[in-house]
């Protein structure tokens, strides 16, 4: 029996004992997380995926998904009424890996169809433009335009020429890995790790690729463990 148990925080992971040895222990019977937690031992485990409840508890080999407070106080009707919950359970063989992240992002997203005009019906989205390769670690959390550039500038910051598109990447497994970002058909004129508000780091190389058998234009990158890293393409 896994004497921890792993619960997902935002760009990373908690790990908390699943026994009440010491008072300290006991003290962490609920743990506070985001879309999942899980169980697991070297040649299987469960994942408790959920999209709406953030108290998780494991004692031994019991999970326990906290689906309403309610207090009494300060507020004496506090969450009465009727309330939706949806949660699921995802077994797996061998221990905790990144498909658990990947299918709690899936049951918060769920899949949904969308119709276009027959004018823009041969327009790439940006959402299936991108593509990270060599590392399923890797999670793509964000895609958006570049903050101050010129087209989208609110004026609060000085104003940067061009288009671009921020990536925001980041390793869900705790542990240094080297992967490659491709863009499609976008015609990307240089690439740039930058930091939270999107100033210059430090040029990343761009060049042909060769990504499952095919050759591509992409970005090596390397994101270290827990790392946030963010890039900027430009246009």
């Not at 969308?114 to 959402?127: D, F, I, N, R």
Request: aromatic share 8%; glycine share 8%.
């Amino acid at each position: 029996m896994n004497t921890e148990a792993s619960y997902e925080t935002q760009f990373g992971i908690v790990r908390r004992p699943t026994h009440y040895n010491t008072t300290w222990d006991m003290a962490k019977f609920e743990v506070c997380c985001h879309k999942w937690a899980d169980l697991s031992e070297s040649t299987y485990g469960v994942s408790i995926l959920n999209d709406s409840k953030y108290g998780f508890a494991v004692a031994g080999n019991v999970m326990r998904l906290s689906l309403l407070r309610a207090p009494k106080a300060p507020d004496a009707h506090a969450d009465m009424g009727r309330h939706h919950t949806r949660y699921a359970m995802f077994p797996h063989a061998g221990g905790l890996t990144e498909a658990t992240v990947r299918k709690a992002f899936e049951f918060n997203n769920p899949l949904s169809i969308v119709g276009y005009k027959e004018s823009t019906a041969a327009s790439p989205s940006l959402l299936n433009t991108f593509h990270i390769h060599g590392a399923p670690n890797l999670i793509l959390d964000t895609v958006k335009r570049g903050e101050d550039d010129e087209d989208v500038s609110r004026g609060e910051l000085p104003v940067k020429k061009g288009q671009s598109v921020i990536l925001r990447v980041y390793d869900a497994m705790g542990g240094k890995s080297k992967g490659v970002i491709t863009w499609g058909g976008l015609n990307v004129k240089s690439v740039t790790k930058v930091n939270a508000l999107e100033d210059h780091i430090e040029e990343v190389d761009v060049g042909t690729v060769e990504v499952e058998g095919e050759k591509k234009v992409g970005a090596k990158i390397e994101v270290r463990a827990f790392e946030v890293a963010t890039y900027k393409l430009v246009l």
